[in-house]
C-alpha cells in the first residue's frame, strides 16, 4: 500500500510540475484569468438578479394584500354593523375568485380571536409566517365585536417563480462558465499569434547576421512598438559589428605596412655583407618602425578600452580645470616655438571619468589643432560649465586650413585620413586620433561635434555631463 | 650584479639575456617557474625579471611565492597585459614595477638599477647628487648653490632624470612619466621642454649635465667627466640618503 501510495503521489508531483509549466504560458494563463473573471461576473450578475427580483415580487404581493385590506377595512367601516348575509358572503365570493392564491380574510375581535373568516383561511396559525403572506389592518371604530382586518395569501406563487428563476440562473452559470475558457482560448490564441512569428524570427538572428528585423504589423499596439524598439537595437547593434568587423580588417591593414617596412629593411640588410654602419642604421629604421606599431596596438588598445564598460571601475570626480591646466602648460612652449598664439579660457567644471582617457582626449585635441594650424596661426581652448544645461563645455578652436564638408561626417571615423590640403603635405598620424577622442567622449555619456570651414578653421566641442561638486 | 631572468618566450629571452649580460650583469635565464623557484633557492640572485605567462604556472604565483617566504628581492614584472587592473594586480602581489611588452631595452634597464636603489635605501624628500639639489617639497633645483627657475613640466621632467641618473632615460618612458599613463602623445612637446630645461639648467655652467644619448633617449649625468658614458655609471646613491 505505502509503494502504491508512493508512486501515486510521484505521478501527483509530475502532474503538478506539468501544469506549473504549463502555468508560464503566456496562452494559458490568458485563458485561466479569462475564466475566472466571466464566471465570477456571470455568477453576481445572476445573483444579484435573482434575489432582487424575488423581493420584488414580494413586495407587489404584500401591497396587493395591503390594498385589500384597506378596502375591506373601509366597507366595514361605512356600516353600522356586521352582516354575514352581505358582508361575508362578498368577501366569501372574493376568496372563491382567487382560491389559487388562497386569498382569504380573517376578522378579529379585540383579544386577536377569530370572529368570521372565509372558508380559504387556514385553521392553525402556526406555519402561518412561512406559507403565508399577510397584512393586518386594526378598525377605527370597531364594528360589533369585529376590532381587527386580517388579509392574508399563500406564498407558494412567489417561491414556485423564485424557483423557476434559480433554474435559469443556474442554466445560464453553467453556460457562462463553459463558454468563458473556450472565448479566453480565442482571445488568448488571437492576442499570442503575432508572438509566434516574431519569436520564430528572433530565433533566427545571429550577430553574424543582423539584416532580418521583426515582423511589424502596422497596427500600432504594443507588440508592434515592442518589435519597432527591437528593431532599432538590431538596427544599432548591425552597425555596431559592421563597425567592428571593419575596424579589425582596417586594422590588420594598417599593422601590414609598419610590417612590411620592417621585413623589407631587415632582408635588404641580409643580401649582401654591408659594413657596420648601414647595420646600425638598418637596425634604427626597424625600431622606428616598431614605435610605429607600438603607438598604433596602444591606440587600438585604448579605443577598444574606451568602448567596453570595463573602465567605469576607474571613475572618479575630476576637475577638468586643472587637468586642462596642467596640459596647456605642457604644450604651450610647442605652440611658442611655432608661434603659434595658443589662448585658454578656464573655470571649474566637474566631471564624472577616467582622468587618463580624459587627458587623452585633450592631448589628442590640442595635438590635431597644433598639426594644422600654420606657423602665425591661432589656437583657443576653453572650458566653461554650463550650470543650466548641466554641461562640461570643452572647446579647442584653430585658424588651420580647415575640414572640406566632405570629409566632416569621416573624420572620427577609424583610420580615415583626409586628402591632403591644397598646398599642404600629406596629413601625418594613422587617423585614430579623433576616433578615439569621439569614443572617449561618448564613454563619459558626452558628445563631440566638428565645425570647420574651410580656409578658417576648425572648432571641436566636447559636451560632458556636469556634476554637482 | 648577478640576475634571474624567467621567460618562456625564446626570441625576447635570448635579447634581454644577451643584453644585461653586455650591460655587465651575471643573468641567469630560466623558461618556467618551477626552474625559477629552484634557481632562487640555490643561486641567491640579487633582482628578478619576471614574465606573468610561463607555461607551467603564472609569475604571479611565482611571485607570491617568492613573497611568501619572505623573501623581498626587487622583482620586475613583464608582461603583454598592460590594464591598469591588471598592473594593479602585479603591485598587490609584490612586484618591485611592471613593465608592458614591447618595452625599450633602455627602459629596462633603467628601472632594474631604478628598483635596486630603492630597496637599498629610505626615501628622502630632499635629492643631492654632485652639484645639483632638488626639493621635491617646494619643486625647486638648485645647481652650485644657484636656484634654478623651473615650470611645473620641467620639474616633473629633472626629477624623473634624477630618479634614473647615470642612466639612458627614453623619450617615451619620458611621455609616460608626463602624460600619467601609457598615453603617447607628441613627442615633440617632450623635446621643447627638455631643450628648455637644457637652456636653463646648463648654459649658465661650466659642463651639461642633461645628454642626450643618440637614437635612445637622455641621461642626467651629474659627474664632470659625463661625456664617457659607455662606462658604468659611478654609485650615487647615498645621495638619496
Redesign the interface.
Known sequence: VATLFWQWLTQFRQVIAQSNRARRSLKVRLVLWNTVVVAFIALAILLIARNGTSLLLDRSLLRLLEEDANEIVLGLQSEASWSEAQNGVELQRKADVHRQEQWFVELLDREGHRHWATDSAPLTRSPLSSAFREVEKPLRQPVGAIERVRVGASYAPVREQQRQLDRWAWAVSLLAIVAAPAGGYWLAQKATAPFAQTIATARRLRPGRLDERLPVRGTGDELDRLSLTINGLLDRLAIDVRRQQDSLANSAHELRSPLAAIRATAEVAMTAPRTTEDYASALEDIVGQCDRLQSLVSQLLLLAETESDLTNVHRADIDLQPLTQSILEMMEPLAESRSIDLRSHWESAFVQGTPGHLQALLVNLLDNALKFTPPRGRIEVRLRADHQQQLAVWEVSDSGPGIASGDLPNVTKRFYRGKATPGGSSIPGNGLGLAICQSIAESHGGTLTIESELGRGTRVQVQLPLIDH | MKLLLVEDDESIGRAIHRGLQEAGHQCLWVKDGDSALRQLASDCPQAVILDLMLPDRSGLEVLRQIRAIGNQLPVLVLTAL????QRVTGLEAGADDYLTK?FEFVELLARLSAICRRSSGPVSTRWTAGSLVLDLTLRRAVREGVEINL???EFSLLEYLFRFRGQTVSR?MLCEH?????????T??IE??LT?LRSKLDRPFSFPMLVTVR?QGYMLDVAENGGNRDTAPPPTAPGEA
Open positions: 598592460g590594464s591598469v587592473e614591447p615650470t611645473p613640466t617615451r608626463l602624460w600619467d599613463a601609457s598615453w603617447e602623445g607628441v615633440n612637446v621643447v621642454h628648455r637614437g
